[in-house]
């Protein structure tokens, strides 16, 4: 399996229900879960192969990417905290720390990195698909656990990424593709994985930001009527044409309505819906788009559509202590974690 959706999908799952349900069994399997898992951080940085076998423990492919090392600790974390055994907090911590000692001086990291040389292959600094999660999990970790490094680990990126990769074009606040090393601009990009930034960046304080860029991709969605998967900002033409039912916008609507009150983000959720309703549904689904311009269905949903986009979205008009974000974050899947103190 992959270490990585298996984790943020299934263990996330699992733990989260536990917390939820307080069902022992749940808890017992995310354990055995969680056990097999383990062998896939033994490479020589400590960094995570990408594959393991939950039989055998054997590991392979060892080129993975910054979301795929960095998101594992609040689920690892979580089971540590309530089994009472450190190995998991502690092999998830090594690991993002592993990655966090190989960013580049201006505080970047790449696109694609070897788990046993700790030697980037591809040095392409983005938010978006492969790095996302990362900063994501840098300070959610933080928010659940009290953690302190994570907390300096995220500061520091978010003032790169915002000092490398955001840039201002016809009003609008986007953040594309530089160089780790040099910071040189290589594109003007911008993908609905990227959409989750203004939640992150809410959650961490930073209003402002967050609401300009969440204005930018409302009108990514609206100027093409449902949100495609990648746009050139600069042109605002699209770049990939597929629609995936993804959460992120939706995702970062909740967390600006949270924190601001402000109505406009639910009238954006009003239009999320009503283009979802009209573009995507189907008799025993919600398909996926291989195109939004000719709005032509793929046969398939994406397991995450339950789980985050038909979730923030129900969130984004519930009363807004439905999920008291004081103790709870929720994992890349949007399983809500519960704050617990250390055994
Ligand atoms: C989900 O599996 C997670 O949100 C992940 O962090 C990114 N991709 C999908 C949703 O688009």
Redesign the pocket.
């Known amino acids: 399996v992959k270490n990585f959706?298996i984790t943020?999908?299934l263990l996330g799952g699992l733990l989260s229900g536990y917390q939820l349900s307080v069902d022992n069994r749940l808890l017992a399997l995310a354990q055995d879960l969680g056990a097999r898992l383990l062998p896939a951080f033994n490479s020589p940085t400590g960094m995570p192969y990408v594959e393991v076998n939950l039989k055998t423990g054997k590991v392979r492919n060892p080129r993975t990417n910054p979301?795929e090392v960095g998101?594992l600790l609040l689920e690892f974390g979580t089971l540590s905290r309530l089994t009472g055994n450190p190995v998991y907090y502690d092999k998830a911590k090594r690991a993002v720390v592993a990655l966090y000692a190989r960013q580049s001086p201006l505080g970047l990291v790449g696109s694609s990195i070897n788990v046993e040389t700790g030697v980037w292959s591809d040095s392409t600094s983005h938010i978006g698909?492969g790095i996302?999660?990362y900063y994501?999990y840098l300070l959610k970790a933080w928010l659940l656990f009290g953690d302190q490094d994570c907390k300096r680990m995220w500061e520091a990126s978010a003032r790169a990424v915002n000092e490398h990769l955001s840039e201002k074009v016809s009003g609008n606040f986007w953040y594309g593709q530089a160089n780790m090393y040099t910071g040189a601009r290589l594109s003007h990009h911008f993908e609905?994985?990227a959409a989750?930034y203004p939640g992150t960046l809410a959650l961490s304080g930073d209003l402002d930001r967050a609401s300009r860029l969440q204005t930018s991709t409302f009108r990514m969605w609206t100027t093409f009527g449902i949100e495609p998967e990648m746009i050139d900002y600069r042109s605002m033409t699209i770049v990939d044409d597929g629609y995936?039912l993804?959460?992120?916008i939706i995702e970062s609507a909740y967390y600006l309505h949270h924190f601001t009150g402000d109505e406009r983000y639910r009238e954006m959720g009003r239009t999320f819906l009503r283009d979802l309703i009209a573009c995507c549904r189907t008799d025993v689904g919600y398909a996926a788009l291989s195109n939004v311009r000719t709005h032509t269905r793929r046969d398939s949903m994406?397991s995450?559509f339950l789980a985050?986009t038909l979730k923030y979205l129900y969130l984004l008009f519930a009363s807004p202590g439905t999920v008291d974000l004081r103790n709870h974050v929720f994992n890349?899947?949007?399983h809500p974690l519960a704050k617990i103190s250390r055994r």
Do not use: K, M
């Open positions: 959706d943020i999908r979301a998101t698909g996302d999660s994501e609905a994985l989750f995936e993804r959460p992120e994406e995450y985050e890349t899947e949007a």
